[in-house]
């Protein structure tokens, strides 16, 4: 099968730029670089902030730090960029992340197509001139024939689900959107509502310093350790000494990192050898016992039984109240079905006499008040407030962006009962728009920098497919896109996931349609697939010519 050839254009209008490219994380440095650099578009970034780094600009709280490691959370597309970066840690902090982010700004010269201090806030394609028109919260319109969204999974924050929040007279900070540095808690009152990965990760720092830090906990998290420390240069020398087949081998992996001790089934060995296993990857730290340990922990609840036990097994060791230690332990989904977030000393922290645990599932928060937060059984007074209440994951970035498709089609009624892609990048009904690691992607289970270059790479080729042929507008056909969005939910319903409130499934935010996110396949069979499309002439996908050919 090949690519629908449709009708030309009749348009000659002639647009602004080649492309519009919204955020300056990893996703849009990597497509300016792409499309300005080695296409000879012309492109023009739109970057909230007033600097460059997405997620890494925004996430400033104590302890924000990557959960793969370095050496492969890292782009790969530059042999030189990969040999003249050091990294200092195995799992890179937030600040050193964004210093890299700012050295490959820097080194390529991307600041100055990218416009700072700039909001999208609509996106609407002109079917009559066969164009996108973006505007901006300042008023700016500009014209391209391509926008690409490099606006991220987790960059809109959710808003918190109890009122007063603005009636606080001491400091709010919220971990998605943190502005300022250093905070000094010494001696403070402070609250951290919230036990995701970011949650936990500032946990573990506010409690070294804080006066009295009390935790608000609604859902325990199965937190293992991330194994951090200074990077060992020997290791670092041999990644480098190999990078090519280093990165071969990631993005042959489920989770694009180069693992490869993975046993077949947590059934199929004896207790003694499925606990060394266990015990073996734990000391290990990162992602290995998520998902270098057994292949069907996320498939068979059985399985995940055993894992979920050990991890409960090692909480009670190391918190010394066993009352504490029960809250911490999670009991009520399986383990990996919310993303797993990656400690340091998160569970000794609760053996400090200045840290305390509340448990909201049993006393839910009523309210933030003037002096602190008033649960259902108690009113406690603080002097800070840490709001960890995660995201509006994965659609939400892009529906904050007021995008408009063919006949005024909003993409929020598009998505009103979940998102609708074809291949997790493009959307039918909006043509010559593309998301970088979009829902339906591998996306968040997948090692982001080799996600966001596969995606990149895969829309450069097709812009290029289109001018090498003439053609003007890709937009993938309704029934390739149904055929993708059936296909990515029978993948998930066959694992665990889809029995678990988390934001993989959108569950997290009230009113939210609750649907997996996630094209679960694995990044191996996604690349697959996307090859295979190209290879058949852009399966899936209608092309328009770009003018009226001459008679």
Not at 58 to 63: I, L, Q, V
């Given at each position: 099968m090949t690519a629908t050839i449709e009708q030309p254009s009749t348009?000659?209008?002639?647009?602004?730029y080649d492309a519009v490219v919204i955020g300056a994380g990893f996703a849009g440095l990597y497509a300016l670089h792409k499309f300005r650099d080695r296409m000879g578009m012309s492109v023009r970034v739109f970057e909230a902030a007033d600097g460059v780094g997405g997620t890494w600009?925004?996430?400033?709280?104590?302890?924000a730090r990557c959960d793969i490691e370095s050496v492969h959370y890292s782009y790969s597309f530059d042999d030189q960029l990969q040999q003249e970066w050091v990294w200092s840690e195995r799992f890179a902090a937030q600040p050193e992340i964004l210093r890299y982010l700012e050295h490959v700004a820097d080194r390529f010269d991307l600041r100055r197509d990218i416009q700072f201090d700039t909001r999208v806030d609509s996106m609407v394609w002109d079917d009559a001139d066969s164009m996108w028109r973006v505007g901006t919260e300042a008023g700016e319109t500009v014209t391209a024939k391509y926008v690409i969204s490099g606006a991220g999974n987790l960059s809109v924050p959710k808003t918190p689900e109890?009122?007063?929040v603005d009636s606080f007279r001491g400091k709010v900070f919220l971990t998605g959107n943190w502005r300022e540095?250093?905070?000094?808690?010494?001696?403070?009152r402070v609250a951290v509502i919230g036990t995701g990965s970011s949650g936990i990760q500032a946990i573990s720092e506010v409690a070294k310093t804080a006066g009295q830090l009390t935790v608000f906990q609604r859902t325990p998290n199965y937190a293992t350790p991330i194994g951090n420390g200074p990077a060992d240069a020997d290791e670092v020398a041999a990644v480098k000494a190999d990078y090519s087949a280093v990165r071969d081998a990631s993005r042959n992996h489920f989770l694009g990192v180069p693992y490869s001790q993975v046993q077949p089934s947590a059934l199929a060995v004896s207790a003694e050898e499925r606990r060394a296993t266990f015990d073996a990857r734990w000391n290990a730290g990162g992602f290995r016992l998520f998902i270098d340990s057994?292949?069907?922990?996320?498939f068979d609840k059985q399985a995940n039984d055993t894992i979920a036990c050990y991890i409960r097994e090692r909480i009670h060791e190391r918190v010394s109240d066993p009352a504490v230690a029960e809250l911490l332990a999670p009991k009520d989904y399986p383990y990996g079905t919310k993303r797993p977030p990656l400690e340091t000393d998160y569970y000794e922290a609760f053996n400090r006499d200045n840290v305390s645990l509340v448990d909201i599932k049993k006393a839910p928060i009523e309210a933030i008040t003037e002096t602190g937060v008033r649960t259902a059984d108690a009113e406690y007074e603080f002097d800070v407030i840490i709001l960890a209440t995660g995201f509006d994951a994965m659609t939400g970035p892009l529906l904050k962006l007021?995008?408009?498709?063919?006949?005024g089609l909003k993409l929020s009624d598009k998505w009103a009962y979940g998102p609708r892609t074809y291949l997790g990048l493009t959307v039918n009904g909006f043509p010559n728009l593309f998301i970088v690691t979009g829902p339906q992607s591998p996306s968040v289970l997948y090692n982001m920098p080799l996600a966001i270059e596969d995606h990149v790479d895969f829309i450069g080729d097709a812009i290029a497919y289109l001018r090498d042929g003439d053609l003007d507008?890709?937009?993938p056909t309704l029934e390739a896109e149904d055929a993708w969005v059936e296909g990515a939910l029978e993948i998930s319903s066959q694992t665990l996931l889809p029995g678990t409130d988390s934001w993989y499934m959108g569950a997290n935010v009230p009113g939210k349609p609750r649907i997996c996110m996630l094209y679960l396949g694995g990044a191996p069979a996604y690349r697959a697939i996307c090859d295979d499309v190209v290879a058949n002439g852009y399966d899936g996908f209608v092309l328009t010519p770009a003018t009226v050919p001459a008679i």
């Open positions: 348009s000659t209008a002639v647009t602004d600009y925004w996430n400033r709280y104590p302890g109890f009122d007063g540095e250093n905070v000094d808690f010494s001696g403070k057994f292949q069907d922990i996320l007021g995008i408009v498709g063919r006949g507008i890709i937009e």
